[in-house]
């Protein structure tokens, strides 16, 4: 199957710094991507929808000033995570879809996660 | 708004037997359904779909069933190993084709296998 990516894998930083999150897309073109967070034992809540070479589309309650998504093409998206606070330390997921007109399936391919954590 | 919800938190299985998860959904405008399987620490793996013009759907060792008259979803799991233990989420895309592709988790399901 199709194999995403997410780079740094786990990350500590202190409070008020910004940090970078990467999502690639390894052996398919994606047409969207989407960005999700974690917490512990609870379930997936999407944070924004990007396409490539558009602004993302962000879910209510999610501020697109402190998280920038940044999806320049077709295999790369980033979420930075900008003046972090404790609050923001979470489990934070991508997601890329490719769409196939002859394909049953219409799935989205995850990445393993970033761990953030914020001192 | 709408959501995806499960009715078990939590399921213990005995090794060789056959487990179940279920999920209800409230968007009857949704019309495809994957089932997701997260170990700890790691990404959700896909497991299998379905579509609203399917009321079943094989896989290997897993079925997904679709009862659209009441909204409920079903993840059957034949001879559960210990490998199988993880959690377990349906998710549901309320729309297909050109339009908006975002899925909608639920809750999610901790399975736990029993050597």
């Known amino acids: 199957g199709a194999v995403v990516s997410q780079h740094p894998s786990w990350v500590i930083c202190k409070s008020g710094t910004s940090v970078k999150i990467e999502c690639r897309s390894l052996d398919f073109q994606a047409t969207t991507m989407f960005w999700y967070r974690q917490f512990p034992k609870q379930s997936l809540m999407l944070m924004a929808t990007?396409?490539?070479?558009?602004?993302?589309?962000?879910e209510q309650g999610v501020e697109k000033d402190k998280f920038l998504i940044n999806h320049a093409s077709l295999t790369l998206s980033t979420l930075t995570v900008t003046s972090a606070h404790p609050e923001d330390s979470s489990f934070y997921i991508c997601?890329?879809?490719?769409?196939?007109?002859?394909?049953?399936?219409?799935?989205?391919?995850f990445g393993p996660g970033t761990r953030l954590t914020v001192l | 708004g709408e959501s995806v919800g499960l009715h078990l938190p939590t399921l213990s299985v005995q090794e060789g037997d056959n487990s179940i998860i279920n999920c209800a959904y409230s968007?009857?405008?949704?019309?495809?359904f994957i089932w997701y399987k997260q170990e700890s620490g790691k990404g959700p793996q896909f497991i299998i779909d379905i579509r609203s013009n399917m009321d079943k759907r094989q896989g290997q060792r897993v079925t997904v069933l679709l009862n659209k008259t009441v909204k409920h979803l079903s993840l059957q799991i034949a001879a559960t190993q210990p490998g199988d233990s993880a959690v377990y989420f349906c998710?549901?895309?309320?729309?297909?084709?050109?339009?908006?592709?975002?899925?909608?988790f639920g809750k999610g399901t901790k399975l736990s296998v029993i050597p």
């Open positions: 998710a549901e895309n309320p729309f297909s084709g050109a339009g908006s592709y975002q899925l909608t």
């Open positions: 997601s890329a879809r490719e769409y196939q007109t002859s394909s049953f399936s219409d799935e989205q391919f």
């Open positions: 990007s396409n490539e070479g558009s602004k993302a589309t962000y």
């Open positions: 968007n009857s405008a949704s019309d495809y």
